[in-house]
Structures are given as structure tokens and as C-alpha cells.
Nanobody, 122 residues
Framework: VQLQASGGGLVQAGESLKLSCAISGRPFSSSVLGWFRQAPGKEREFVAA????????YYADSVKGRFTISKDNAKNSVNLLMNNLKPEDTAVYYC????????????????WGQGTLVTVSS
């Protein structure tokens, strides 16, 4: 499985942005597709995840209520809709796949796409 993230850009605080992760190959139904982010000088942190075989979703507290993760089986992709963006959301965003079904632990994700930069100005 190969992953390719896209959709990053520069927006103002309060605006929205949608990230997409194109997946080559078919994830197992038990796989989890997740989004992580890494700001300059900080560790990579969990943002959101969705189980490929169901619609169960999971969110970090910092984005709950603002971000929505979804999957498109027909397009074999996972999307992250980010509303009401804040300057602290500025980071490189990565999509990743966990075959073991892990949710928030980056070390348990085996496949990673390249990052896409999101910059939120105040």
C-alpha cells in the first residue's frame, strides 16, 4: 500500500481546508487509516483515524468538533475536512496506514505518505 497526501495550503484562521490521501492497493478491512501532523520543533501527533472496514472514527481532543475524517471506497481515498482552522493547526500533515489497527500511536503505523503542509495565518 502506498499513500499520497494532497490538499495543503495557506489559509487564514477560521477558514477550511480539505486534505486527501490517495491509496494505491486495497487496505485490509482491519486496517486503520490515520492522519498525523508535525509542527516545527514538535513531535508528530495523532489527529484523526478511521477503520477501513467500518465507519468508526477517532479524533484528538484538539481537533474534535472541527475536523472530520471520512473514506471514499470508490476512490480508495481518505479525506480530512478541517473547519475553523487555527494558527496552532499549522503543521505538515501525513496520512498513514496501520495494519494492526492501532489508532493513535504513530510507531504502530507501517505505511506513510509524504506530508502536505498546512499553514494557518492569524
Amino acid at each position: 500500500v502506498q499513500l499520497q497526501a494532497s490538499g495543503g495550503g495557506l489559509v487564514q484562521a477560521g477558514e477550511s481546508l480539505k486534505l486527501s490521501c490517495a491509496i494505491s492497493g486495497r487496505p485490509f478491512s482491519s486496517s486503520v487509516l490515520g492522519w498525523f501532523r508535525q509542527a516545527p520543533g514538535k513531535e508528530r501527533e495523532f489527529v484523526a483515524a478511521i477503520r477501513w472496514g467500518s465507519r468508526n472514527t477517532y479524533y484528538a481532543d484538539s481537533v474534535k468538533g472541527r475536523f472530520t475524517i471520512s473514506k471514499d471506497n470508490a476512490k480508495n481515498s481518505v479525506n480530512l475536512l478541517m473547519n475553523n482552522l487555527k494558527p496552532e493547526d499549522t503543521a505538515v500533515y501525513y496520512c498513514a496506514r496501520s495494519k494492526r489497527g492501532s489508532i493513535s500511536q504513530a510507531l504502530e503505523y507501517e505505511d506513510w505518505g509524504q506530508g502536505t503542509l498546512v499553514t494557518v495565518s492569524s
